[in-house]
């Protein structure tokens, strides 16, 4: 890629949501989540963000906060996800079946809750 080519991505919409998710994903690949997820947010909020870039900002949001235990906002943005229209099928059931361990996560640690409290 050409320099100009470089400085005119940066400028562009796509662009800068672009580079902000690929910095949450290197800030996520050294485990610094609280940081990764700023960056995602960042490049969700971006004006004009493409749909497949947003996609992709929230998917990997919801694993970051399924690092950090915020299964929650994991969920949240999991949903948004799938409300997306246009999602490609792989990514709809990936971010399905995400949910869904999500839920059963929360389940086996409700069930050992009150398993703990009944002794």
């Keep these: 890629m050409s320099f100009i080519t470089w400085v005119k991505s940066r400028f562009s919409h796509r662009g ?17 989540y609280d940081a990764a997820i700023a960056d995602y947010s ?3 909020r ?11 900002a929230l998917y990997n949001r919801a694993l970051a906060y399924s690092a950090i235990h915020e299964d929650e906002k994991s969920a949240e943005d999991l949903t948004a996800v799938l409300e997306m ?35």
């Design 16 to 32: 800068k949501a672009l580079s902000l998710y690929r910095s949450g994903m290197a800030k996520a690949n050294t485990h610094d």
């Design 42 to 44: 960042a490049a969700i």
């Design 85 to 119: 229209p246009g999602l490609r099928k792989n990514i709809r059931t990936e971010a399905q079946e995400r949910r869904e361990r999500i839920r059963r996560r929360n389940e086996s640690e409700t069930d050992r809750a009150a398993q703990r409290e009944h002794k």
């Design 46 to 56: 971006a004006p004009n963000i493409p749909t497949d870039v947003k996609a992709m």
